[in-house]
């Protein structure tokens, strides 16, 4: 089963992201298809107005490279809420994960570390606060240890930056962390204002002639 719902005539394309779970994995392969391959057959010239239902970050991001990609549509998003972003999308923990638990050579893994890219990219460009922080995994006992180590091999098969590092250079990066004899080391990982990245969004969205309705 599909995550979006794709409908409409030769004049008009309906994407529908309002029930999206963020918890779930986009099937983004087959909206690719869809703009590539022209699979519903309404991406000609005839085309005039796409309606993008849900106004968080899937949504915005979705008119944002729709607009790169077909500049002179009509697109409106339309929110049941009062602004941007109002639930998941302006209410999480803002961290850009950077890629290395995830399984080696997965979509999921790929993903992150590109988004984790292209989301800072995003942020400098636009004046957006991107804090730095990296991130420390720790061991607790020997057991832990070869853990750690597998999570170094995912890091390279995922080119996501983690390394191991010693405990004591552990240390020296943040005082407070206690590890046992190694610990991962992911310099990539960072955190975001979620809020900020959705406002800046919409801004520049509204700047392309992209429509909000919310309400």
């Given at each position: 089963?599909?995550?979006?719902?794709?409908?409409?005539?030769?004049?008009?394309?309906?994407?529908?992201?309002?029930?999206?779970?963020?918890?779930?994995?986009?099937?983004?392969?087959?909206?690719?298809?869809?703009?590539?391959?022209?699979?519903?057959?309404?991406?000609?010239?005839?085309?005039?107005?796409?309606?993008?239902?849900?106004?968080?970050?899937?949504?915005?991001?979705?008119?944002?490279?729709?607009?790169?990609?077909?500049?002179?549509?009509?697109?409106?998003?339309?929110?049941?809420?009062?602004?941007?972003?109002?639930?998941?999308?302006?209410?999480?923990?803002?961290?850009?994960?950077?890629?290395?638990?995830?399984?080696?050579?997965?979509?999921?893994?790929?993903?992150?570390?590109?988004?984790?890219?292209?989301?800072?990219?995003?942020?400098?460009?636009?004046?957006?606060?991107?804090?730095?922080?990296?991130?420390?995994?720790?061991?607790?006992?020997?057991?832990?240890?070869?853990?750690?180590?597998?999570?170094?091999?995912?890091?390279?098969?995922?080119?996501?930056?983690?390394?191991?590092?010693t405990e004591k250079e552990a240390a020296k990066i943040d005082p407070n962390a206690k590890t046992y004899k190694y610990a991962p080391y992911s310099p990539n990982t960072a955190t975001v204002n979620p809020r900020e990245v959705c406002r800046v969004l919409r801004k520049k969205l509204e700047e392309k002639d992209v429509k909000?309705?919310?309400?």
């Amino acid at each position: 089963e599909e995550k979006f719902t794709i409908g409409g005539t030769s004049k008009t394309l309906i994407l529908d992201l309002s029930n999206l779970n963020h918890e779930e994995e986009i099937k983004a392969d087959s909206l690719n298809e869809t703009l590539e391959n022209n699979k519903f057959g309404i991406l000609g010239e005839k085309m005039r107005d796409v309606l993008i239902v849900g106004a968080g970050i899937i949504g915005m991001t979705l008119a944002y490279e729709w607009r790169e990609k077909y500049p002179d549509d009509k697109i409106t998003i339309i929110d049941k809420e009062v602004h941007e972003a109002f639930h998941a999308s302006g209410k999480n923990s803002g961290v850009l994960h950077a890629g290395f638990h995830y399984t080696t050579d997965s979509l999921k893994a790929k993903l992150t570390a590109e988004g984790n890219r292209l989301m800072k990219e995003f942020c400098y460009e636009n004046g957006i606060f991107v804090n730095e922080t990296g991130k420390l995994v720790d061991a607790k006992n020997e057991e832990e240890v070869e853990t750690l180590f597998e999570l170094e091999r995912r890091s390279k098969a995922n080119n996501a930056g983690a390394y191991i590092i010693t405990e004591k250079e552990a240390a020296k990066i943040d005082p407070n962390a206690k590890t046992y004899k190694y610990a991962p080391y992911s310099p990539n990982t960072a955190t975001v204002n979620p809020r900020e990245v959705c406002r800046v969004l919409r801004k520049k969205l509204e700047e392309k002639d992209v429509k909000f309705i919310f309400n």
